[in-house]
């Protein structure tokens, strides 16, 4: 993967400004899930950042996780997942918590499936704060498609030693 080329443009002053990329950690070699960083500062010191999520995987692009998963069983507790690119999808609820009574810790995160039997979240900015994860798990029995997983981080909004178990419906 090579980063693509940007521009930072003040609409104001009408005037341009170099982009930085930071690649991080970004290895093309193992798979995982990445972020680059791009950033950007005006005449005036005014920084812009933005954060574009990388998806290492040869999982074949016909891997389609996408549809509703309940936690555990419990009809309250969905999640839907909508594949983004190759290798590479969101959750509308990686927590899987409880929609009808805790809407406000509903949490959407993006996840790499990096091997037939592995996803990975990365460490990634959600509107939860960072996020990160552990045993991390992707089942395809046939009929049975289960995301496991441990939120690591952040732990002011999830239990950090609960495992989710989401299973598509």
Do not use: C, E
């Amino acid at each position: 993967f090579t980063p693509p080329a940007a521009t930072a443009y003040d609409s104001f002053y009408k005037k341009s400004f170099t982009v930085i990329k930071d690649l991080g950690t970004l290895d093309n070699s193992t798979p995982g899930l990445y972020t680059v960083v791009y950033s950007a500062k005006n005449d005036y010191g005014f920084v812009g950042t933005t954060n574009v999520y990388v998806a290492v995987t040869n999982i074949s692009d016909s891997l389609d996780l996408s549809g509703w998963y309940l936690r555990q069983a419990t009809p309250n507790k969905v999640a839907f997942v909508t594949k983004i690119a190759r290798g590479l999808f969101m959750t509308s609820n990686v927590g899987g918590v409880d929609t009808a009574t805790s809407a406000s810790a509903v949490v959407a995160a993006l996840f790499a499936v990096t091997s037939p039997t592995t996803i990975d979240f990365g460490t990634q900015l959600t509107s939860a704060g960072t996020l990160t994860a552990s045993n991390q798990v992707l089942s395809l029995a046939p009929a049975d498609t289960t995301l496991t997983y441990i939120i690591t981080s952040p732990s002011s909004v999830f239990s950090n030693t609960a495992v989710r178990v989401l299973v598509k419906q």
